[in-house]
């Protein structure tokens, strides 16, 4: 069962929300990281499989459906936390043109609470009443609304990206077994625990 694609996609599909119907005009958008690091081979950013949470945001904001962009992101290892995600990020939306102006960066957060902590200390000191919108992966949409909503001081809006559920048809392929479905699940089991305990510290 636990490498089978078809069901893990399928328990996805009841776990991650839908995508909104239209999307708002927003202030600012968090962008939460996780979806980035360090390349040490070139010294450079490095995307990972999450990044659709930053290419999602890029695009809102170029249709001007969001005024300003806040990354989220410090390092959650213990072992070497020398290097910023929000900082390596920061380098690269300044390659492409995103002036720094629009941009704030929350480079000391290790983790979604703190995620929420910190970006709310940022967005009370830009503007206390702006509209917010959340962008993160759809499988973490559930935990992260839990934080923000009970954070913020004003409770935000949420866009899922990359979802790992899927809305097609069934295929042979489906019951071909799967080395991927094996991490779904374990990122899957990983994310329901740290709801679990999110909701008791609540």
């Known amino acids: 069962m636990f490498s089978n694609g078809f069901i893990i996609r399928k328990v996805y599909n009841l776990y991650e929300p839908e995508y909104p119907k239209a999307i708002k005009n927003y202030d600012v958008a968090i962008v939460l990281g996780g979806f980035s690091g360090l390349n040490k081979r070139n010294n450079d950013i490095q995307f990972n499989r999450t990044s659709d949470r930053l290419f999602q945001t890029i695009s809102l904001y170029r249709k001007g459906k969001i005024r300003k962009i806040l990354i989220a992101g410090g390092n959650a290892d213990l072992t070497d936390n020398q290097v910023k995600e929000a900082d390596l990020v920061k ?3 300044h390659q492409i043109c995103i002036p720094d102006s629009d941009v704030f960066f929350e480079n000391q957060s290790r983790n979604t609470i703190e995620n929420a902590k910190f970006s709310r200390a940022i967005i ?3 503007n206390p009443s702006a509209k917010v919108i959340v962008v993160t992966s759809a499988w973490h ?11 913020l001081a004003n409770k935000p809006d949420y866009l899922p990206t990359n979802y790992n559920g899927e809305v ?5 392929d ?9 991490s779904s699940w374990d990122t899957l089991f990983k994310e329901w625990i740290g709801l679990a305990v999110d909701k008791i510290r609540s």
């Open 91 to 93: 380098v690269f939306l």
């Open 124 to 126: 009370d000191k830009y």
């Open 141 to 151: 949409i559930p935990r992260a609304k839990l934080i923000f909503d009970r954070t």
């Open 174 to 182: 489906d019951f071909v077994p799967e080395a991927g479905a094996m």
């Open 168 to 172: 097609s048809k069934i295929s042979f």
